[in-house]
Nanobody, 117 residues
Framework: QVQLVESGGGLVQAGGSLRLSCAASGSIFSFNAMGWYRQAPGKQRELVAS???????NYADSVKGRFTISRDNAKNTVYLQMNSLKPDAPAVYYCTGALTGWRPDSWGQGTQVPVSS
């Protein structure tokens, strides 16, 4: 099973930017789609962005225009560029991989992104 490891989290000021990385232990082409989910304290986990093996992307309405998901197939890595972070957005961000369809089969351990106002 391909393992996913996130990195790049950390404290950021509201309005600032941060880039998360998700390194896979194997080829990311083994996944039909990869994505980023987040879970804020007391809230349900939600999909932030996803990208298919063909490069098609999808975003939650709340992050459209501010976040960008991308992939580097040669490095087996998926990225989430987050700009204009909001102070109500602190959460744990998880990288995911879906072998078929969109439902995740693999999850990373998560990386925290606290946002200071």
């Amino acid at each position: 099973q391909v393992q996913l490891v996130e990195s790049g989290g950390g404290l950021v000021q509201a309005g600032g930017s941060l880039r998360l990385s998700c390194a896979a232990s194997g080829s990311i082409f083994s996944f039909n789609a990869m994505g980023w989910y987040r879970q804020a304290p007391g809230k349900q986990r939600e999909l932030v962005a996803s990208i298919t093996s063909g490069g098609r992307t999808n975003y939650a309405d709340s992050v459209k225009g501010r976040f960008t998901i991308s992939r580097d197939n040669a490095k087996n890595t998926v990225y989430l560029q987050m700009n204009s972070l909001k102070p109500d957005a602190p959460a744990v961000y998880y990288c995911t991989g879906a072998l078929t369809g969109w439902r995740p089969d693999s999850w990373g351990q998560g990386t925290q992104v606290p946002v200071s106002s």
